[in-house]
C-alpha cells in the first residue's frame, strides 16, 4: 500500500491529504463495507492465482477484459459475491449445498456447450479458481431470488422479463447500497449499475497504463446509486 518517505512532494502530499478526505477507506484496504473489509493483499493474491490460471491454460482462455483492469475485476468479483449475500439476507434466502451445486452444474452445461471447462470460464471472466465455490452461491442466491420475484415461474414475454430484470438490478443496488461500500481509490469507485470497479476520468491515484473511459457501448458508471 502507500509507504510515506521521510521527504514528501508537494505532489505527494496533495494525494495524501485527498485519500485523509476519504474518510472510511482503512490503509491496507481495497474496499470496505459497513461490516467488514477487503484487504489489497487479498486482492493481489487473487490477481496473482487468477493469473497462474491463465498462463496455464493460455491457449484456450481468451480473458473478456484488458489484462491492465485485472485488479478492478478480481475486486468487481469480491464485493458481487459480498452483495449477492446481502441480498440473500435482505429476502430472508438461505441456499443449500444441493442448490449452489445445481448452479454450478448449470453453468458447466453452458461452458460445456462453448467447448471450455467451467474454470476455464470463470477465468476468462476474471473470477479466480479458488472463488469458483463463492460463484456457485453467487448464481444459486440469484436465482433464488428471481424464483422470490416472479413467484417460481419465470415470464416469457419480453416485457414482463424487462421488469423482472428492473426489480432484481434495483434489489440488487439497495443491497450494495445497504452495505455502505467504500472502495480505495487506488482501484476506482464502484459502479452500481453493474456492481463493478471502474476508473472514472481525473481519478485519483490511477495506476499508470490504466484505462480511464467507460467500455465503448456500455453506460456511464453509476457512482451514485439511484435506487
Known amino acids: 500500500m502507500l509507504r510515506t518517505p521521510l521527504t514528501l512532494t508537494a505532489a505527494a502530499t496533495a494525494a495524501m491529504l485527498v485519500l485523509a478526505g476519504c474518510g472510511t477507506v482503512r490503509l ?24 497462474q490460471a491463465h498462463q496455464a491454460d493460455k491457449a484456450k482462455v481468451q480473458l473478456q477484459f484488458p489484462a491492465a483492469q485485472t485488479s478492478q475485476v478480481v475486486l468487481s468479483w469480491l464485493l458481487r459475491f459480498k452483495v449477492r449475500e446481502q441480498m440473500a439476507h435482505r429476502y430472508g434466502i438461505s441456499v443449500t449445498h444441493r442448490q449452489v451445486q445445481a448452479a454450478l452444474a448449470s453453468a458447466t452445461a453452458q461452458a460445456k456447450q462453448s467447448g471450455v471447462t467451467l474454470t476455464d470460464l470463470a477465468v476468462a471472466n476474471g473470477v ?67 456492481i463493478s470497479v471502474v476508473r472514472v476520468p481525473g481519478q485519483l491515484a490511477a495506476a499508470p497504463g490504466s484505462p480511464s473511459p467507460s467500455p465503448t457501448g456500455t453506460a456511464a458508471p453509476q457512482t451514485t446509486p439511484h435506487c
Open 28 to 51: 491496507g484496504s481495497a474496499a470496505v463495507t459497513n461490516t467488514d473489509r477487503i484487504s489489497s493483499a487479498t486482492v493481489a493474491a487473487q490477481v496473482s492465482n487468477l493469473n
Open 128 to 194: 479466480p479458481p479458488d472463488q469458483i465455490g463463492e460463484l456457485g452461491r453467487y448464481l444459486a442466491i440469484q436465482n433464488a431470488v428471481l424464483a422470490r420475484l416472479d413467484g417460481g415461474q419465470l415470464p416469457t414475454a419480453q416485457a414482463a422479463l424487462q421488469i423482472l430484470g428492473n426489480q432484481f438490478n434495483t434489489s440488487q443496488c439497495r443491497a450494495a447500497k445497504s452495505l455502505g461500500i467504500q472502495v480505495n481509490p487506488q482501484f476506482g469507485e464502484l459502479d452500481y449499475r453493474q
